[in-house]
């Protein structure tokens, strides 16, 4: 079981990236997921939630920080999320960290996180 | 927006009591998750809905939830449990987000 995320690296303030993760050995359709980053030195800030399920409309919420520029989708037929990241600036340089959201309470499943400098 | 706040350093000796605390309004009425993170990697879950540890945590760990505070009780510290300590609500109202504290370093001394 875990979460592999990509998609990290160097972009210029204004710039976009496109972050992947790619779940593994759970039924990944199931579940909530989210994105959490830490820039250097820092604690952790939630980014945005995705609604599991084969549901029609999807229910997703973002930070304030991130709403109108990111966007976070999923393919469950790929077992991936995404988070699309648009108009960077310098304070979202960070380690993002592609976490699960767990059936009994709390996040219990995180990648090891992909990092994102804007500079 | 909904704060959470934790003081950002706590200093015990092995074999003490370390109680770190989460504080919000009406916190209590909240459910609290905690996240222990080691140098170097991911967050860990260490203790779900206040009071519930996942498979693995010892029992050294436990939580409360009361009024304005949640806390996480580390009985009989170990030189290993140093890291950094989050708590974490699920907020639903005006909004929906995770909120995290800032989080709090423990230091075993």
């Known amino acids: 079981i875990q979460l592999v995320e990509s998609g990290g690296g160097l972009a210029q303030p204004g710039g976009s990236l496109r972050l992947s993760c790619q779940a593994s050995?759970?039924?990944?359709?199931?579940?909530?997921m989210n994105w959490v980053r830490q820039a250097p030195g820092k604690g952790l800030e939630w980014v945005s939630y995705?609604?599991?399920?084969?549901?029609?409309?999807?229910?997703?919420y973002y930070a304030d920080s991130v709403r109108g520029r990111f966007t976070i989708s999923r393919d469950n037929a790929k077992n991936s999320l995404y988070l699309e990241m648009n108009s960077l600036g310098v304070d979202d340089t960070a380690l993002y960290y592609c976490?699960?959201?767990?059936?009994?309470?709390?996040?219990?499943?995180w990648g090891q996180g992909t990092l994102v400098t804007v500079s | 927006s909904y704060v959470l706040t934790q003081p950002p350093s706590v200093s015990v000796a092995p074999g003490e009591m370390a109680r770190l605390t989460c504080g919000g309004d009406?916190?209590?009425?909240?459910?609290v998750h905690w996240y222990q993170q080691k140098p170097g990697q991911a967050p860990l879950l260490i203790m779900y809905?206040?009071?519930h540890r996942p498979s693995g945590i010892p029992a050294r760990f436990s939580g409360s939830n009361s009024g304005n505070t949640a806390t996480l009780t580390i009985s009989g510290v170990e030189v290993g449990d140093e890291a950094d300590y989050y708590c974490?609500?699920?907020?639903?109202?005006?909004?929906?987000?995770?909120?995290f504290g800032g989080g709090t370093v423990l230091s075993v001394l």
């Open positions: 976490v699960r959201d767990s059936r009994d309470g709390g996040q219990d499943l």
């Open positions: 050995g759970f039924t990944f359709s199931d579940y909530e």
């Open positions: 995705i609604i599991g399920g084969e549901t029609r409309e999807s229910v997703i």
């Open positions: 009406n916190i209590g009425s909240k459910s």
């Open positions: 809905f206040d009071i």
């Open positions: 974490q609500v699920w907020v639903a109202s005006g909004g929906h987000s995770w909120v």
